[in-house]
């Protein structure tokens, strides 16, 4: 495969997956403003996804469309990080969840936004509008929760704690990523890490939550190797797509 | 670009400026900042759109909008050509549409767009409620029923409303 093939297509289903666990919740908010906020940063990843699916598409240039790349493909050709394919358990481990990736996503789209490659680039730049809402109300969450009752911050520092050993893997780095980091097309993921660990920290302290000391990662999604939870998410999205082929709405 | 094309040009941007943007049916996508450019030749149309946000489920309805209300009227291969670059922002909303969104009940933008990240909405500029026009209102979600807006409440008529956020 292409390295920037690669590089696309797993941007792209980290939005994919990720969206889906939040349209998942989609009724099942706290309350109906907080269901409406979740669906919408759903619908915005949706539409990240979709203009890297498309751009992936191009990039293949083997007759699939960007549906086929979306709908079609087995468990192992899913290149998303193991943490957005992490179930739904509590509104605690959906905020850290998401807040996890929002930091990230934040500092990462904001290199994208200098890439060579023009797509990414205004993919990107077209995207960070919208990821620096997330950061912000996920933050705000992250605190909320960690300053409000005894049971919201023994909740969120258990999802932090749970969600903990799958940070590692968003800043790996393989051939993929060196490469098209010296052809400046993405960000050098060291200077990644060192923002989201920055920020991290930053909202924990102000939180009052504890950083975990543990650091043992587990890592395995970007090569399609996944969790137990992947396969579940697989067959209810594609569900529909393979019972009526193809279908339009 | 001969006379003839200059007219029809005209002729379709007065077209496009009648179709309304689903959501807020008092401005249209033109106010809206959605057309970017219209491109007429021996070959066609070029209609050029670009998206509020990404995952605007519009698009495909503006899309299928621009494609009937111009084929209807005559004009013959009509293409929409989707560009994410310049980056749509509030910021092209004219002052007119502004005043057509305070008056349909939707609070328009504030100032200019920047990548303002501060938590709690702290240093912001406040928003105006669209009924009284009194500057009591809070922010009670970022999110409002699409995207592009947010949901505030009025404590001075204790109306709830939306806020067209500055993108």
Not at chain 1, 91 to 117: P, T
Not at chain 2, 19 to 33: A, H, K, T, W
Not at chain 2, 94 to 100: F, M
Request: hydrophobic letters at 35%; proline letters at 4%; aromatic letters at 12%.
């Amino acid at each position: 495969m292409e390295k920037l093939n690669k590089y696309c297509l797993r941007l792209a289903d980290n939005a994919f997956i990720l969206s889906h666990r939040l349209g998942e919740y989609s009724s099942k908010g706290p309350y109906l403003e907080e269901d409406l906020a979740l669906t919408n940063i759903a619908l915005d990843l949706i539409g990240q996804a979709d203009a890297l699916y498309e751009y992936v598409s191009k990039l293949f240039n083997d007759g699939r469309s960007e549906d086929d790349f979306a709908y079609k493909r087995p468990e192992n050709e899913y290149l998303n990080f193991q943490i957005v394919e992490q179930e739904n358990k509590d509104f605690a481990y959906i905020m850290v969840r998401q807040f996890f990736m929002d930091i990230y996503n934040h500092a990462l789209y904001e290199g994208l936004s200098k890439s060579k490659d023009p797509t990414l680039s205004a993919v990107a730049i077209k995207s960070l509008k919208e990821i620096t809402y997330h950061k912000r109300r996920s933050s705000e969450w992250i605190i909320r929760l960690g300053l409000g009752t005894d049971e919201s911050k023994e909740r969120t520092q258990n999802a932090i704690d749970n969600l903990w050993k799958f940070t590692g893997e968003l800043f790996e780095t393989d051939e993929v990523e060196l490469e098209l980091c010296r052809l400046n097309v993405c960000p050098d993921m060291n200077d990644i890490k060192k923002t989201w660990t920055k920020e991290v920290h930053k909202i924990f302290d102000f939180a009052k939550l504890d950083v975990p000391s543990n650091n043992y990662m587990i890592s395995g999604g970007r090569n399609g190797f996944h969790s137990e939870y992947m396969g579940f998410i697989i067959s209810e999205m594609q569900y529909l797509n393979r019972t009526y082929p193809d279908a339009i709405w | 670009m001969s006379i003839a094309f200059a007219h029809i040009k005209d002729c379709i941007w007065n077209i496009l400026k009648t179709i309304p943007d689903p959501e807020i049916p008092v401005i249209n996508i033109v106010e809206l900042g959605v057309v970017r450019d219209v491109d007429v030749s021996k070959n066609g149309v070029v209609i050029t759109i670009t998206p509020t946000y990404m995952g605007c489920p519009a698009m495909t309805f503006f899309e299928n909008e621009i494609k009937t209300n111009l084929e209807t009227l005559g004009y013959k291969n009509v293409k929409i050509k989707k560009i994410y670059t310049p980056a749509w922002t509030t910021d092209w909303i004219s002052d007119e549409a502004k005043q057509k969104l305070k008056e349909y009940g939707i609070a328009p933008p504030v100032g200019k767009s920047g990548l303002k990240s501060e938590l709690f909405q702290s240093n912001s500029t406040s928003v105006n409620c669209p009924y009284c026009s009194d500057s009591k209102t809070r922010l009670i979600n970022e999110f409002g029923s699409t995207a592009c807006k947010a949901l505030y409440h009025c404590d001075s008529c204790n109306q709830p409303f939306e806020y067209f956020k500055c993108h």
